[in-house]
């Protein structure tokens, strides 16, 4: 008799396994992205790095091309899939954008692999919901910021990077970190093939200008700002942010641009930035469910992005950011990322005005924050 | 008690497994997460958040700080601006290689004005020019990214300065940057400027211990403040236009 209660508890305890199973297995599969015809090609990243190809961290590369010749533009979303504004704006651009002059290149799953898999022991979980003014639903991946161990593992003991940037010891889990790994290796662990495509990619197509769009925890100290790898040779990258940054303020967003750290090797904007032609520079805005303080993890959070918590910390002047009252919402965050790029893009063309990067179709940032995520993203099947 | 054991395992596990499902975890368990695009344990990431030299900024310093500036008071300008002193063309140059000169570029930009930018100019550079514009302020980052020293950075300045004062050449002092932008390189910067400058801008922000309006009131030299960085368009474009 006994033998059949441990049956019926190994049974329940299975059932509970497979249904949390069936979750886990849904991140595996990617949220479509709707059609747009002003897309021109859809690439792969392995088309750079061959070595990518068949593997989880393969990824696609929405190509606009206005067919008028200009300058290039590469804007990289999901490098860490947890900082979920970044691959909403990459989708939200790769479905409403037409190039109008030059080329523009969009990846919104830059760490592929990082969206299979999430972060339960930091409270964070694994889907969420934006529903379209047409009622219908469409759901997106929250991910993790490294490559999922199931694809890349194990972590070494020791590693040094392309860039000279060594891993150990607690750090080591970032081998599976794109935003550490540049400017990659072809025959190196999966994520540093990333990285090495992207390093190819941006060679290969001759691309000008870079935009990497990253999220951070209200405890980080680079939030509203966007780092700029300056060669020393080249000042002219700096004023191009202070020009985005200027128009931004006059959105009244706040916005700084910073230099990029002296010692930041294997991050894009300063390692692509170093070894490539293209201007590399990289945004962040303020996410709460990223932090440790964050309070119950649900859709509200991540979609309006209230967190109390973060508020108080802030007016007991332990939070540097002005961490807002009525909280920092999903649709404010990807139009500021969109803004962000628009002005960086209209800031570049000036300075060069042979290599003219232009594109439309999401509005300014009132008119993003107006629609609401439900009128900019589209329908899917 | 071995079945008991068994079952507390089984709802153990049961509990691991539904806590990894979707919209679970109410529990939120502050782990040690970090920041997923900080560079945590980047070595840069170690400089203070403004990429100030030697920030001596004490936000519990600031407590007695009344701003004349607000959201609805943008600039406030103490005593009189000679506009006609600011010829063009105007040289635009950095003290200390913070990014405020690169936003000063383009505030010379979108006025139109005749000018040159040039944030590590030698001395010999302002050669001609009748009107300097001197962004103060120190980025240890910044000085990195141009591969200067502090030293050097400082003995530039002071070529600089001698060169200005040897030759009639009318001097602004910018320091847009804030409150981030003080410490002891960027006031050493800040004074020397401020010494031959007829007039100063500044962010008013930077002034919480009010050494900036003290030295203009003592000194009788006009002082534009600031509320925020693009305020400084409504300055320059009084002045210019």
């Known amino acids: 008799m006994s033998y059949i209660k441990n049956i019926v508890v190994i049974a329940v305890a299975l059932l509970f396994a497979v249904m949390a199973s069936v979750d886990f297995i849904a991140m595996h599969k990617a949220e479509p992205i709707a059609d747009n015809p002003n897309v021109t090609e859809i690439k792969m990243l392995s088309e750079y790095c061959p070595a990518l190809k068949g593997t989880a961290l393969d990824t696609e590369i929405y190509v606009f091309d206005s067919g008028k010749p200009g300058g290039a533009m590469l804007i990289l979303g999901g490098t860490h899939p947890n900082e979920t504004a970044s691959p909403v704006a990459a989708i939200a651009m790769a479905e409403n954008l037409r190039c109008t002059q030059g080329r523009l290149f969009i990846i919104p799953w830059t760490n592929k692999s990082g969206f299979t898999h999430t972060s339960p022991l930091d409270g964070m979980q694994d889907f969420f919901d934006i529903e379209l003014a047409d009622g219908s639903k469409r759901t997106f991946r929250v991910g993790n910021r490294l490559t999922n161990p199931v694809d890349q593992w194990p972590d070494y003991t020791y590693f040094m990077g392309s860039s000279g940037r060594e891993l150990m010891g607690t750090e080591i889990a970032e081998i599976r970190n794109v935003d550490r790994l540049y400017y990659g290796n072809p025959n190196g662990v999966l994520t540093e093939r990333v990285c090495a495509g992207i390093f190819n990619l941006i060679n290969e197509e001759g691309i000008n200008l870079t935009m990497d769009m990253h999220e951070g925890s209200p405890e980080f100290l680079y939030l509203d700002c966007t780092m700029v790898n300056m060669k020393a040779d080249n000042q002219k990258a700096m004023s191009i942010a202070q020009s985005m940054a200027l128009d931004m303020q006059f959105d009244d967003l706040d916005m700084r641009a910073e230099y990029s750290g002296v010692k930041s090797y294997g991050l894009s904007h300063r390692s692509l930035g170093d070894n490539t032609a293209s201007m590399m520079t990289l945004m962040e805005t303020y996410n709460p469910s990223m932090g440790p303080l964050h309070g119950k993890m649900d859709d509200d959070l991540i979609i309006n992005g209230n967190e109390p918590n973060y508020y108080q910390a802030h007016l007991d002047g332990y939070i540097y950011f002005d961490v807002p009252k009525d909280g920092y919402p999903l649709v404010e965050r990807v139009a500021r990322h969109v803004t962000c790029v628009t002005y960086l893009a209209r800031a570049f063309s000036e300075a060069y005005p042979d290599k003219v990067i232009a594109f439309e179709g999401l509005g300014s940032y009132s008119d993003m924050v107006g629609s609401g995520l439900g009128k900019i993203l589209k329908p899917v099947d | ?241």
């Open chain 2, 1 to 241: 008690m071995k079945k008991l054991a068994l079952l507390i395992l089984a709802v153990a596990l049961i509990f691991t497994f539904a806590s990894c499902s979707k919209g679970s975890s109410s529990s939120a368990a502050p782990s040690a997460s970090a920041s997923a695009s900080a560079p945590a344990a980047d070595s840069a990431a170690t400089t203070p958040s403004t990429g100030t030299v030697d920030s001596e900024y004490d936000p519990n310093k600031t407590v007695d700080f009344v701003q004349q500036t607000s959201e609805d008071k943008r600039v406030v300008t103490i005593g009189t601006i000679d506009k006609s002193l600011y010829k063009q063309p105007v040289f635009v140059t950095s003290f200390g290689q913070s990014t405020d000169a690169a936003m000063l570029d383009t505030v010379m930009k979108r006025i139109g004005v005749d000018y040159v930018y040039n944030a590590t100019a030698t001395a010999e550079a302002m050669k001609g020019y009748k009107t300097v514009i001197i962004a103060v302020g120190a980025s240890t980052k910044g000085l990195g990214a141009a591969g200067i020293s502090e030293a050097d950075e400082t003995a530039r300045a002071k070529a600089i300065m001698e060169y200005i004062n040897s030759n009639e050449i009318e001097v602004i002092c910018c320091h847009i940057g804030g409150s981030a932008r003080r410490g002891t390189l960027s006031d050493l910067y800040s004074d020397m400027v401020m010494e031959k400058a007829s007039l100063i801008v500044l962010k008013e922000d930077a002034n919480f211990d009010y050494k900036f309006t003290k030295y203009a009131e003592e000194h009788k030299k006009p002082i534009s403040l600031i509320y925020a960085t693009k305020d400084a368009l409504t300055v320059f474009t009084e002045i210019f236009q």
